[in-house]
């Protein structure tokens, strides 16, 4: 089981950066696939990016591909989402999440544990 904290969301204006964390507890953590999705007012929770165990292959959403980047630190049991030239469309609660199952590394329905969220809001 790793239990999973998000932190570094905030207000930013369009074209700025920010970077999300995701702290984790347990052992464990660097045995796990892990991703990062966000969900905007009224709308599904999405993919954005995902990450292998051991950090050497890394997939990402069309609408963030090449301006977001996910990496991962084994020792500290921490993940990472850099976000570059932000747009008022990426404005979300972000989540991060280990992956347990199998299917698609866009399907929520394979990760079975989850953060609380991170508020991300990018005003035009």
């Known amino acids: 089981q790793v239990q999973l904290v998000e932190s570094g969301g905030g207000l930013v204006q369009a074209g700025g950066s920010l970077r999300l964390s995701c702290a984790a507890s347990?052992?464990?953590?660097?045995?796990?696939?892990m991703g990062w999705f966000r969900q905007a007012p009224g709308k599904e929770r999405e993919f954005v990016a995902a990450?292998?165990?051991?950090?050497?292959?890394?997939y990402y959403a069309d609408s963030v591909k090449g301006r977001f980047t996910i990496s991962r630190d084994n020792a500290k049991n921490t993940m990472y989402l850099q976000m570059n030239s932000l747009k008022p469309e990426d404005t979300a609660v972000y989540y991060c999440?280990?992956?347990?199952?199998?299917?698609?590394?866009?399907?929520?329905?394979?990760?079975?544990?989850w953060g609380q969220g991170t508020q991300v809001t990018v005003s035009s």
């Open positions: 347990g052992r464990t953590f660097g045995s796990y696939d």
């Open positions: 990450i292998r165990w051991s950090g050497g292959r890394t």
């Open positions: 999440a280990a992956r347990v199952g199998e299917g698609g590394w866009q399907d929520l329905r394979g990760y079975g544990y």
